[in-house]
Each structure stands twice: as structure tokens, then as C-alpha cells.
């Protein structure tokens, strides 16, 4: 069973466990921590075995009602959420390689459809940390389309969705919250992933977009920076495919109980850093980390 685009009035908890064991199945089959594995099943378990609905716990208690059940933490609540308010777990879509940045960003109160592909093709961005940096820098108010208050409405529906506070003023580029991984960490990731996708030492899937032979082609990476997890895979979206940079855009996600986020890692084109690799909408901090290594 799959989540769907339309989602339906109510989810069963064995249908919210099934999809807890689906991700489960593809961490396994693509060598994640075994104790992240064991956290999705496990939680699918007390699902099944849970008396009252797991969707009206939500609806009465919020995620911290999903959290007081044995085995549920931060993101697996969060997972059940997004899925009775979304129809789908981005988790999910991530491990088969079916994340559409239009989809995401689309998600977003006053995005529809065309003016996501519009934000994805006149800025690039793929990201809904990186959709926040342009809704305060200045970049979002120059897509045809945004007016005041779809922008106030984007940035108020953006805190939500990221669990942190609209931020007070729209000067200049907004700080990354404190709990993000530093660039550092994050580039740590993409180097180990490029080294071992080049080494052919990582399992492959088959994306369904993009893919018209079905061909498992697309290397992906589960790793650890203590209790921090990780996945990353080259993108596959269709500006990827278009300049041509399928092996060079890298994206990070991260799901784990102290957080969730996701970072797209590309080598900088021109300016001051050409030719190393960057954080999209965390250049200056890329800046400072290579000064401070002297690179």
C-alpha cells in the first residue's frame, strides 16, 4: 500500500503501520542502521496492538499525544502526521527515489502547482529550507505571483511546517535554526557519498521518475553522524536532468528524533567558491568553513 495525493478521510492504524513496515523493508534492503530499522517495525507493532485510533489521538492530543505511545519518538510521530494531513510520509517517497521539489514545495499554504514549478524553475530550489531563505531575502517577492500576503502566508506556513517561529524581519538572508547540522557535517555526508557511489559501493534503486526502463540506477547512502541520520542520493529532478547535473546535485535528508531537514549539496559555478562543493542557501557559512580550513 502506498500514500496517494488525495488523502482519504481517515487512516486505519494497521494502514499506518503497513507503511511504517514499507519503510522499515527499503532501510534494510538499503543497509541503514539496523536500530533504525528496528524503531519503524517496532512502532508499526504498537500500531497494531494500539486500541484507539492512532489519527484521533492526533486530532485530540497533537503529536505529543503520538509520543506519549511506547516506541513512537519525535519523527515517527511526525511521519503520521504529515501522512493524515498530506496523504503520503516524505520518508517514504525519499527511500524510492520519488521526490518531486514541485510536490514539495507545493504543499505549501498559497503554492499551487504552477507557481511551485515556477519557484523550482526561476530560483532553482528544491528545498523547503531553501523556499524559507528566499521568502525572507528578497528572491520569492520576484516570482511573478507573490504579493504581500502570499508571502506572509508562505513564511507563517513555512514556521509551522519546520517547527520554528516566522521569523521578525526580511533583511538579508535568515540564519539557519539552531538545531541544524553545520555545513561542515553536511558536506562530510556528501563527500562520503560521492566517494562510495563512484566506488560502486552503495545500493541502487530505481526512481520512477525519470526512469522509463526501470533501471536501478541510483546510488543511495544511510549513514550516521552520532545520533544524527542521514540519507543521501543524487537528485533526480527534472532541472538535475535539464543541466545536466544528476551526478553532481547531491541531497541530504535527515530523520531522526532530534529533528528533520533536507540540504542540497552542488559545486559552486562562479564567485568566490567556483569549483568547491556548497550548500545551497548556506553559502556564507560554506565560505567561512573552507577560510577556516584554509581551502
Not at 550516521?224 to 535528508?253: K, M, Q
Request: charged fraction near 25%; hydrophobic fraction near 35%.
Amino acid at each position: 500500500m502506498s500514500a496517494t495525493a488525495n488523502p482519504p478521510t481517515s487512516w486505519s492504524n494497521d494502514a499506518i503501520a503497513q507503511l511504517l513496515d514499507n519503510i522499515a523493508d527499503l532501510l534494510e534492503a538499503q543497509e541503514a542502521n539496523p536500530y533504525r530499522v528496528r524503531a519503524y517495525r517496532q512502532a508499526a507493532t504498537t500500531l497494531r496492538e494500539l486500541k484507539q485510533p492512532a489519527q484521533e489521538i492526533l486530532a485530540k492530543d497533537g503529536v505529543e499525544g503520538l509520543r506519549r505511545l511506547p516506541t513512537i519518538g519525535v519523527s515517527l510521530a511526525r511521519a503520521i502526521e504529515q501522512l493524515t494531513q498530506t496523504g503520503k510520509i516524505n520518508l517514504l517517497e525519499q527511500l524510492r527515489g520519488e521526490t518531486a521539489p514541485e510536490r514539495i514545495l507545493a504543499t505549501i499554504t498559497g503554492i499551487g502547482p504552477v507557481l511551485a514549478a515556477r519557484i523550482h524553475e526561476q530560483l532553482g530550489i528544491e528545498t523547503l529550507a531553501e523556499l524559507e531563505a528566499a521568502a525572507y531575502d528578497g528572491r520569492l517577492r520576484e516570482v511573478p505571483g507573490f504579493g504581500v500576503g502570499r508571502l506572509r502566508g508562505v513564511r507563517e506556513t513555512l514556521a509551522g511546517r519546520l517547527h520554528r517561529r516566522p521569523r521578525p524581519t526580511d533583511r538579508g538572508r535568515p540564519q539557519p535554526p539552531a538545531d541544524a547540522p553545520p555545513v561542515s557535517e553536511l558536506l562530510g555526508v556528501d563527500r562520503e557519498y560521492r566517494e562510495k557511489a563512484a566506488a560502486k559501493r552503495l545500493p541502487t534503486i530505481a526512481p520512477r521518475r525519470f526512469n522509463p526502463t526501470g533501471q536501478a540506477w541510483l546510488p543511495i547512502l544511510h549513514t550516521d553522524r552520532g545520533n544524527t541520520h542521514y540519507t543521501a542520493l543524487f537528485s533526480n529532478t527534472a532541472r538535475a536532468h535539464e543541466l545536466g547535473a544528476t551526478n553532481d546535485w547531491v541531497v541530504i535528508y535527515r530523520d531522526d528524533q532530534d529533528g528533520a531537514g533536507q540540504w542540497t549539496v552542488v559545486t559552486a559555478r562562479f564567485g568566490a567558491l567556483q569549483g568547491k562543493r556548497i550548500v545551497r542557501g548556506r553559502e556564507q557559512e560554506c565560505a567561512d568553513h573552507y577560510a577556516n580550513i584554509g581551502a
